[in-house]
Nanobody, 123 residues
Framework: QVHLVESGGGLVQPGGSLTLSCVAS????????MTWHRQVPGMERELVAS??????????DFVKGRFKISRISRTNGENTVNLRMDSLTPEDTAGYYC??????????????WGPGTQVTVSS
């Protein structure tokens, strides 16, 4: 089983910054990619940023130049990826969710989600 936990959300004023962190642990044989998504109630979950095991990075158009995803760091069986968010606007208010695509064995893989962390941008 693979477990993900996000942290770092909170209330921030417009123009402010936050850094979200996601830790993936458990039975990870091989990590394919880690991604950040966000969701507003009543709307579909949307991709924010992704990084694969080779270091390839992609961003949604609406965050380019404002958000930065870190490389995946591995320490003591835990894989961590951060999302630095600058120049936040009220439109960035959402629940932010981390996803890991990982192999638990050489042939068994899955998509795993964390419970999410709330980001609220308001004055």
């Amino acid at each position: 089983q693979v477990h993900l936990v996000e942290s770092g959300g909170g209330l921030v004023q417009p123009g402010g910054s936050l850094t979200l962190s996601c830790v993936a642990s458990g039975s990870i044989f091989s990590l394919v990619a880690m991604t950040w998504h966000r969701q507003v109630p009543g709307m579909e979950r949307e991709l924010v940023a992704s990084i694969n095991s080779g270091g390839g990075i992609n961003y949604a158009d609406f965050v380019k130049g404002r958000f930065k995803i870190s490389r995946i760091s591995r320490t003591n069986g835990e894989n961590t990826v951060n999302l630095r968010m600058d120049s936040l606007t009220p439109e960035d208010t959402a629940g932010y969710y981390c996803n890991a695509r990982a192999y638990e064995t050489s042939s068994k893989w899955g998509d795993y989600w964390g419970p999410g962390t709330q980001v609220t941008v308001s004055s």
